[in-house]
């Protein structure tokens, strides 16, 4: 599983922040396309939910879901070998 | 496969909400989307009742059946939607203004009726949605448009009111307790007759800027150090001490059968 963040929905409230038991999240600097400061993630694959959800088979943790009033955080099922992209060279 | 929050209560057309940055309500939305979710209801049975406010845009983002009606008749509408047909699930987002202010009669007599419902009051202390006026809930000192030296009027503890008035289960979190929250709710919608559930909710705008809050992260702060448990506080009234200054009492006020109206047979 991956954490994200949706750039759609988040208003760069940072509750996300004081949540998290490993502070994953971090408030963010940089402005995004709506002229929001989305948090950024810090090594997101220390959550709980990303590394244990499918050994339990249920959701686990889930503190930043919970508390984001926008809902905009949520986990992707992490497609295997996606990190190594094959550049094809001519 | 992603995983969403509750992507079959949530009306993704209209998300992301109106609701402020930082403010609670979208929190303690997700927490009664949980708390429905986990008790297997059906989408058509459910149906979601508010009346004006900040707080009762909630229903407008959820794709059950929903009455949107006028300032403090939420509880009102709701009854006749339980008296007309048993068999519907009836869940009531209000807040602090639309359920003490203005409806505060038709609050204590529906708690006086037990009617089997579920009521969620979102308590952000303030009108947040007209322009930070004061409400029956801003605390003693604070700062509002309509008490800028600062509230002199005792405050309605909603949670022993609705104690009072006969509610089956009372209960107060806030909106960093999401987890007690998600049980409380839960709790409530398992439990026949009235179960009111009074959410404490930051409202930054309104109430945070004008109360040295900086941030909707500083009003949270604040919530969670100074909520304590009802039993503490019990604890502390047995042995005579007095309770700490600006704290409030979150836990289950009151859990009990009393005979309930509109109960499906």
Redesign the interface.
């Known amino acids: ?1 991956k954490l994200k963040i949706d750039e ?2 988040c ?5 996300c ?3 998290c038991p490993y502070n994953i999240f971090q408030e963010g600097r940089k402005l995004n396309e709506r002229g929001i400061i989305v948090p950024v993630l810090d090594r997101p694959e220390r959550c709980t939910n990303c590394r244990l959800r499918h050994l339990y088979g249920r ?1 686990l943790c889930g ?1 930043c ?13 992490e497609d295997p070998y996606s990190e190594e992209s094959v550049v094809i060279e001519f | ?5 509750f992507e079959k209560w ?1 009306r993704e057309d209209r ?3 109106i ?9 303690v ?3 009664a989307i ?1 708390a429905v979710e986990e008790m297997h209801w059906e989408i058509d049975d459910t149906i979601f009742v508010s009346g004006i406010g900040c707080s009762s845009r909630a229903p407008g983002y959820m794709s059950t059946d929903s009455l949107h009606t006028t300032h403090g008749r939420a509880l009102t509408f709701a009854t006749g939607v339980k008296m007309a047909n048993p068999d519907l699930n009836v869940v009531v987002f209000t807040g602090d203004g639309d359920a003490s202010a203005i409806g505060g009669n038709h609050f204590i007599h529906a708690c006086r009726r037990n009617i089997d419902m579920t009521v969620i009051c979102m308590n952000n202390m303030i009108y947040g949605m007209t322009g930070g006026q004061g409400s029956p809930c801003t605390p003693v000192g604070k700062i509002s448009t309509t008490t800028p030296y600062g509230a002199t009027e005792p405050v309605f503890d909603l949670a022993e009111l609705a104690v009072a008035a006969g509610a089956n289960h009372v209960a107060r979190w806030t ?2 307790h ?2 007690e929250l ?1 049980r409380a709710i839960e709790t409530g919608l398992a439990t026949e007759g009235l179960s009111f559930i009074e959410a404490m909710v930051q409202c ?1 705008t309104a109430y945070g800027r004008r109360n040295k809050f900086r ?3 500083d009003q ?2 604040w919530m969670r150090t100074h909520a304590i448990l009802l039993q503490k506080v019990r604890r502390l009234e047995e042995e005579g001490k007095p309770i700490p200054e600006e704290h409030f009492a979150v836990g289950e006020f009151v859990h009990r059968q009393r005979p309930a109206m509109g109960v499906r047979r």
């Open positions: 599983m759609r929905r208003k760069g409230c940072n509750l922040t004081i949540v959701q503190a879901q919970m508390i984001c009033p926008d809902q905009a955080i949520y986990w992707v099922e | 496969m992603t995983t969403r929050v949530y998300l992301p909400h609701f402020c940055t930082g403010c609670g309500n979208g929190t939305m997700n927490c949980k909106s960093y999401t987890k998600t930054p941030k909707a992260t949270v702060e």
